[in-house]
């Protein structure tokens, strides 16, 4: 039997920020990853092999993450942030734009600037791969984080209600830690999460995300945009320049029929349906990725905690990608908690006794109940057909852009707060 102050099931980019930001402060972690370590996967592997391998796709690896100002500090906090923002572009400007009137044109542009706040930006975008890359780098060089590929959690035996002793893990490979403290990161199919016994509700849309980059004529200025007409928002996120160009993420968030047409389209065609789309907003965009297309759903556990054990990411939630909240809720799951486990430490109680645990639950739950059924009304909003549904959309956004406390609130939500 192996020991260890907090075990951390998952190695996306919200598990080893948790392990980087709990190991600032001196804890003992062990991180269980099912995908292989990057050494063990040959120089010539195919993009197919690794679909095999490790359970994503190559178009994941060109998804792109927007980093708000929260989960910034947090990552500066672990001395990982520099890194990750070399890669990456900031984010300026937050603009939504309404075309959802008779004619395909904005009739509301809302610009939500970060000179509006203390810091004089929103947040930065950078490339999945780019900040897993970051995480992984910065893991290598702590000796109090230990990283164990190729495996996954397949028992969680908690404490007994006569003691306080641990939680029991056992790894798929035989391995067995006793932890004072585990954290679920290990998606929205957790493992953990079922042995644990808690339930969850799941939802759908009739809506797809299609994933992609452009490049485009006109500079996107460290804007993003939001265009919000039917079926969905179109956002573009601005990236460094590619080949000498502006350079923006796409995320187009559709009804299923109208992705299955638009995912059937060559690079060109689909470059001007979206070029009709964003109004000439961008210029002539060049599509110059691979797509993806994502099924929209939205997720919420029931409860948050069981002995020993806490829920962070998308084990504990999933909302579409909307305002950038989905990683920017689970840095905020890991700050809230981390604090809480770096005060009993120094205070030397307990890090996973149930009044932390519960404690932090009363605070974060309600939290996350409000943030996951506001993303899910806007989402709602954006995906409107019927004229005097999009006229009520029209007259919210004319409301908070031009309404000074509205205006302010927005701000703080588009800040993370």
């Known amino acids: 039997m192996q020991e260890t102050e907090i075990l951390i099931a998952g190695g996306g980019i919200a598990g080893l920020s948790a392990a980087v930001r709990l190991a600032a402060d ?104 780019a900040a897993k890359a970051a995480l992984l780098g910065k893991i290598a060089t702590l000796e109090n984080v230990r990283l164990i590929n190729g495996c996954k959690v397949t028992g969680y035996a908690p404490p007994t209600a006569a003691g306080p002793g641990p939680a ?37 849309y009739d809506q797809d995300a299609l994933v992609f980059a452009v490049i485009h004529d006109t500079p996107h200025d460290n804007i993003s945009t939001e265009i919000h007409r039917t079926g969905g928002p179109l956002t573009l996120v601005p990236m460094p320049d590619h080949n000498g160009k502006p350079c923006s993420s796409v995320v187009w968030m559709v009804p299923h029929a109208r992705a299955r047409q638009l995912a059937a389209l060559d690079d060109d065609a689909l470059a001007r349906e979206l070029h009709r789309e964003t109004m000439d907003l961008f210029g002539k965009p060049e599509i110059v990725t691979p797509r993806a297309v994502w099924p929209m759903v939205a997720q919420l556990a029931h409860r948050l905690t069981a002995p020993r054990l806490a829920l962070i990411a998308e084990t504990a939630h999933v909302v579409p990608p909307i305002g950038a909240q989905g990683l920017n809720m689970s840095l905020h799951d890991i700050e809230t908690l981390a604090k809480q486990v770096d005060l009993a430490k120094l205070e030397g109680k307990d890090i996973g006794s149930d009044e932390l645990l519960h404690g932090w639950e009363r605070r974060q739950l309600p939290k996350t109940v409000g943030r996951v059924g506001g993303i899910d009304l806007l989402n709602r909003a954006a995906m409107a057909e019927p004229k005097f549904l999009r006229d009520l959309r029209y007259t919210g956004l004319c409301a908070i852009n031009h309404i000074g406390p509205l205006r302010r609130l927005a701000i703080k939500a588009g800040i993370g707060k």
């Open 26 to 129: 001196g804890h003992q972690i062990v991180v269980v990853d099912p995908a292989p370590a990057a050494s063990d996967v040959p120089a010539d592997t195919s993009a197919e092999d690794v679909e095999v391998k490790n359970g994503t796709t190559p178009a994941q690896d060109l998804r792109t993450t927007a980093f708000l100002k929260p989960g910034i500090d947090t990552l500066t906090y672990a001395d990982v942030w520099d890194e990750m923002q070399a890669s990456g572009a900031q984010l300026r400007v937050m603009r939504i734009v309404d075309a959802g009137g008779t004619e395909r044109a904005p009739r509301e542009t809302a610009d939500f600037d970060g000179a509006e706040t203390s810091h004089g930006y929103f947040g930065w975008n950078i490339t999945n791969i």
């Open 168 to 204: 029991i893990i056992t790894l798929s490979d035989g391995q067995k830690f006793a932890a004072s403290l585990v954290l679920a990161a290990d998606g929205r199919n957790s493992t953990l999460r079922d042995l644990a016994g808690i339930r969850f509700n799941r939802w759908s």
